[in-house]
């Protein structure tokens, strides 16, 4: 016992002692089942959680400033490259301003009339699809304009990405549409659509088939040194009766020589997409005074 009072008059040794009986004491309490937590273990979680609030909100402004200087940056390169694009806006529009200055100029000096200023002037009807006809026979489109709404025969319809086809049949309230995927140079009934190239107007040919296989309309009769090339988009070059001027159609992915060797046919990707109809748009144009 002597001895152990010795031992216990080491300070440091007495220290270590006690402290390790209340970890083991604060072991077995803590490991316990229970419901709720110690007082130790509430002031440990509190005061953690306060150091935490202190550290933790600093780092996270400084990590905010730097997500900030970063937006920043992307946001000055995207104003550059608005600016560019401005300024090409700006240049642009200059010169369509001149261009179109330029082009009346020309009408009153050629002495033109009304109706050949107007004729591209047209009028876009929206519209909407009510059915579908999937016939491979007759596709065909139902949609909710008619008569009443100044809606007429051999008027074309249009996506927002290129031609459909054209009306067929008009009723008071509602109108059928002929796609020009049913267009076959071998059926008398089927108009041919002249077309022309977007950034080519030397491009002239006839669309008057389309292949259900590839899912391509067939342009022929274009001549021989007609620079039509594939990537051209082509456009309809204008018919009074039921395309206007101007609607695109589609691009041109393959050109091959007919088989007589004196014209070329070339093979478009139509442009509209033939299913999940939302919006259409009927195509007026302007009235050509008699």
Do not use: C
């Not at 152990?4 to 402290?19: E, S, T, Y």
């Amino acid at each position: 016992m002597l001895e152990l009072f010795k031992l216990l008059g080491n300070k440091r040794l007495f220290v270590i002692l006690i402290a390790l009986v209340m970890f083991i004491a604060l072991m077995g309490f803590t490991l316990g089942p229970r419901a709720s937590l110690s007082w130790p273990e509430k002031f440990l979680r509190d005061t953690v959680g306060f150091a935490q609030n202190i550290f933790y909100k600093p780092a996270g402004y400084i990590a905010g400033l730097f997500k900030d200087i970063a937006n920043m940056r992307d946001i000055y390169k995207e104003n550059e490259e608005l600016k560019i694009a401005l300024a090409h806006y700006t240049r642009d529009k200059v010169q369509y301003n001149l261009m179109e200055e330029r082009n009346k100029e020309l009408e009153e000096k050629l002495h033109f009339t009304n109706a050949q200023k107007e004729q591209n002037n047209y009028t876009y009807h929206i519209t909407q699809v009510v059915s579908v006809n999937s016939d491979t026979v007759s596709r065909t489109l139902v949609i909710d304009l008619g008569e009443r709404d100044g809606i007429k025969v051999g008027q074309s319809v249009i996506s927002s990405e290129g031609l459909v086809g054209v009306i067929s049949h008009v009723s008071n309230f509602t109108s059928t549409v002929k796609l020009i995927t049913t267009m076959d140079a071998k059926d008398p009934n089927s108009n041919g659509i002249s077309a022309t190239a977007l950034s080519n107007h030397k491009v002239f040919g006839i669309i008057e088939s389309y292949d259900e296989v590839s899912k391509t309309l067939q342009m022929t009769q274009i001549k021989e040194n007609d620079p039509i090339k594939v990537g051209d988009t082509i456009v309809s070059s204008g018919d009074p009766s039921k395309y206007p001027q101007g609607l695109i159609i589609g691009k041109v992915t393959k050109v091959q020589v007919s088989p007589f060797g004196k014209t070329k046919t070339a093979t478009i990707e139509p442009a509209a997409e033939f299913q999940d109809w939302k919006l259409l748009f009927v195509v007026s144009q302007p009235k050509v005074p008699q």
